[in-house]
T-cell receptor
Framework: DAKTTQPPSMDCAEGRAANLPCNHSTISGNEYVYWYRQIHSQGPQYIIHGLKNNETNEMASLIITEDRKSSTLILPHATLRDTAVYYCIVRVVPGGYNKLIFGAGTRLAVHP | DAGVIQSPRHEVTEMGQEVTLRCKPI?????LFWYRQTMMRGLELLIYFNNNVPIDDSGMPEDRFSAKMPNASFSTLKIQPSEPRDSAVYFC??????????FGNGTRLTVT
């Protein structure tokens, strides 16, 4: 699976959009981009994933560049409860298995 | 849906003792994963099962660690004998093949 690069930390004001970047310059054509987050003392939580089109769900939007070498997770109106570590993971979805390898992630702090 | 249930939430034991961590996956899920999280090494995948069969245990640190999945609704991770460096938060996750992982809230293990 391709490696990802994320900034170690970011800040965001409550109510503003949080834009979390991820670089995956060695991504292959059959690799998906997944985002998870981990709020303190809890297990990681799935947010969103995509292959090449932009995706949106009730939690966030995922913007993938046309060359697929980078992506941005957007939390449109960040709240204090969005303070967490956000993980960008690139992986193939093979015939069956969902093995996920986590990097260091981005620690997002949302402040009042 | 009760989610992935792990027990106990906290475990404190002395070096040399046997420790058993338990996991009940989400009903209907056929893949199960054990992860370990420490400050130094982050989230590490230890082992995963598909249809109760261990698929990849390359992340298991050494022979003191063993995992079983006797049926689709239960898995254990055992450490015997435990050592202080095994202190960590252990997460269990489950999924249907091809869908995102759902994590439990972990077991915090302290070995003194």
């Amino acid at each position: 699976d391709a490696k990802t690069t994320q900034p170690p930390s970011m800040d965001c004001a409550e109510g503003r959009a949080a834009n979390l970047p991820c670089n995956h310059s060695t991504i292959s054509g059959n690799e998906y981009v997944y985002w998870y987050r981990q709020i303190h003392s809890q297990g990681p939580q799935y947010i969103i994933h995509g292959l090449k089109n932009n995706e949106t769900n009730e939690m966030a939007s995922l913007i993938i560049t046309e060359d697929r070498k980078s992506s941005t997770l957007i939390l449109p109106h960040a709240t204090l409860r969005d303070t967490a570590v956000y993980y960008c993971i690139v992986r193939v979805v093979p015939g069956g298995y969902n093995k996920l390898i986590f990097g260091a992630g981005t620690r997002l702090a949302v402040h009042p | 849906d009760a989610g992935v249930i792990q027990s106990p939430r906290h475990e404190v034991t002395e070096m040399g003792q046997e420790v058993t961590l338990r996991c009940k996956p989400i009903s209907g899920h056929n893949s199960l994963f054990w992860y370990r999280q420490t400050m130094m090494r982050g989230l590490e995948l230890l082992i995963y099962f598909n249809n109760n069969v261990p698929i990849d245990d390359s992340g298991m640190p050494e022979d003191r660690f063993s995992a079983k999945m006797p049926n689709a609704s239960f898995s254990t991770l055992k450490i015997q004998p435990s050592e202080p460096r095994d202190s960590a938060v252990y997460f269990c996750a489950s999924s249907l093949v091809g869908t995102p992982l759902h994590f439990g809230n972990g077991t915090r293990l302290t070995v003194t």
